[in-house]
């Protein structure tokens, strides 16, 4: 499955994204041929964390999220990393940038604690998604409905959503991001 001519936006914090799956998905991304853009908060370089604690290597965004729209995109992938996802969640750009996507019927991807960005821009209401387990009971009282699953994809609301549990999921995940952007699979999603 080829993705020339795609281009796709990911939004991180500058601190605490799991490196796993920030780095996973872009590789995945780029090797099936994508063009794929990190946006971070600010222009400095992105520490990631590994399993939330450990420092984990450095990311040199492509931009900041002053200076990106969705325009020219073609989806977006939010990685999760619990300090990455608790400040995402509250950065009004980034709840700009995922709600964009959502309402230009673009997919909307995320994994592990990347959700909570998906409560805070309404995004999660009357739509089937994953999490890690411990954002359940959000997705829950934001109107989602959470299942248990490895990645689950719902196409019901408009635009594809697509969600991840966590970090040991990053290759279903990524393939799942792939499949949505070829168009392969969307009859037997949900």
């Not at 991304?29 to 990190?38: E, I």
């Not at 954002?135 to 196409?155: K, M």
């Amino acid at each position: 499955m080829s993705l020339d001519g795609k281009s796709v936006l990911v939004l991180t914090t500058n601190y605490g994204t799991e490196q796993v799956e920030l780095q996973k998905p872009v590789a995945a991304l780029r090797r099936a041929g994508a063009h794929v853009v990190v946006a971070a908060q600010k222009s400095e370089p992105v520490q990631t964390l590994v399993s939330d604690r450990r420092p984990g290597e450095t990311v040199r965004p492509d931009q900041s999220f002053a200076e990106t729209t969705e325009e020219g995109f073609d989806a977006v992938v939010v990685p999760g990393g619990t300090v990455n996802a608790d400040h995402l969640r509250t950065d009004e750009a980034a709840q700009r940038l995922v709600s964009g996507f959502a309402a230009s019927g673009k997919p909307v991807a995320a994994i592990c604690h990347g959700p909570w960005l998906l409560v805070e821009s309404g995004l999660a209401r009357d739509r089937e998604l994953t999490s890690y387990p411990s954002l359940r009971t959000d997705l829950t009282n934001a109107g989602g409905t959470w299942r248990d699953q490895e990645v689950v994809v719902d196409t019901s609301g408009g635009y594809p959503l697509i969600t991840s549990r966590k970090p040991d999921d990053v290759d279903a995940f990524s393939e799942a991001i792939v499949r949505a952007l070829t168009g392969a699979g969307a009859e037997a999603e949900s």
